[in-house]
């Protein structure tokens, strides 16, 4: 037997958990899964450090999703999602998963750091929400139209709506799968597209007014800062995609949006904690530059987080575009 499913099927109390500041990917695979588990008869703790985006809030169960933890709970099994490495998950939940009997690693970025007692790691799947999907069906668990709902929208939101490079045949054909399943795209697409609060639409054009370009061209630099959150009495969650737009700027090749974190505590050298996302064109492996800051990710898609002030940080991601 699979040492995966066997560890599962094991188990009696079993945590599942994402990255911080999650996606749609992360929340759906996270739902996914603790639906799935809960099928089984599993007492699953389904768990996240960030509130989760208002555009998710539509998804099965998504009020299960807790944001804090027993810190002497025991689990049998951690199943941790769409993480390249533990710190991705936030203090508390790094603490609790590191205490379970057996942590699953289940991801698909390339530069997944091999965590965990067992490993499901694909980098060719399009999303988590892939490789859930087929551990969903291994573990002979019936899809209905919740579980379906919560993988298709892991699916959708990952491929940018089958834009991006990472789209797969299999993106299609489970997509079509969940469709068969009782999904509906047209409901899917107006909750996680359909809509922006007043103060989402006003720290758009607070974003889109902080981009710079790198002398050549070919960088695009985006700030979110912890006043202009404020500002727009908006939330980090907010800040989902709005990356996007300074990637479409012609003959740009790679952009990058700097966001003060709201739990960041500047220092006397005012350096903040910073977490820095990057998509490229396809023509630039954003991954490596990623991984040169302690970060990771996909060739087209990757961040980090640093400890800098924005000065510094944008004087060092502007010196490496005219390498580019």
Request: charged content about 20%; glycine content about 10%.
């Amino acid at each position: 037997m699979n040492p995966i499913i066997q560890t599962i099927k094991a188990a009696e109390r079993i945590l599942v958990t994402t990255h911080a500041d999650p996606d749609g990917d992360a929340v759906g695979s996270l739902l996914a899964m603790g639906l799935a588990l809960e099928q089984l008869g599993k007492q699953t703790m389904l768990y996240n450090e960030s509130p989760i985006p208002a555009v998710y809030q539509f998804l099965p169960a998504v009020g299960r999703i807790g944001r804090r933890l027993d810190a002497v709970a025991v689990y049998d099994a951690a199943v941790v999602l769409d993480c390249g490495d533990l710190p991705r998950i936030g203090g508390a939940g790094c603490t609790v998963v590191s205490r379970a009997a057996s942590v699953i690693n289940i991801d698909h970025h390339v530069s997944n750091t091999g965590f965990g007692s067992h490993r499901l790691i694909d980098g060719r799947a399009c999303a988590t929400a892939e490789i859930v999907y087929r551990l969903i069906r291994a573990l002979g668990v019936s899809l209905d139209k919740d579980i379906a709902t919560c993988i298709y929208t892991g699916i959708l939101t990952d491929t940018g709506s089958f834009r991006f490079s990472n789209t797969n045949a299999s993106a299609f054909a489970i997509s079509r799968e969940m469709m068969e399943a009782g999904v509906d795209p047209f409901e899917v697409a107006q909750h996680v597209f359909g809509s922006y609060s007043l103060g989402r639409i006003k720290l758009l054009n607070l974003a889109l007014n902080s981009i710079e370009i790198s002398p050549n061209g070919k960088l695009s630099l985006m700030t979110v800062t912890r006043g202009m959150l404020e500002e727009t009495r908006t939330q980090q969650e907010d800040v989902d995609g709005l990356i996007n737009y300074a990637r479409r700027i012609e003959d740009v090749r790679v952009a990058a949006l700097i966001q003060e974190q709201i739990n960041g505590q500047a220092t006397a050298a005012d350096r903040v904690r910073l977490h820095v996302s990057l998509r490229s064109d396809g023509s630039v492996d954003v991954a490596a530059i990623a991984g040169a800051f302690g970060g990771g990710g996909h060739h087209s898609a990757a961040g980090f987080q640093i400890e800098s002030t924005l000065a510094n940080i944008k004087s060092e991601l502007l010196a490496w575009a005219e390498r580019v």
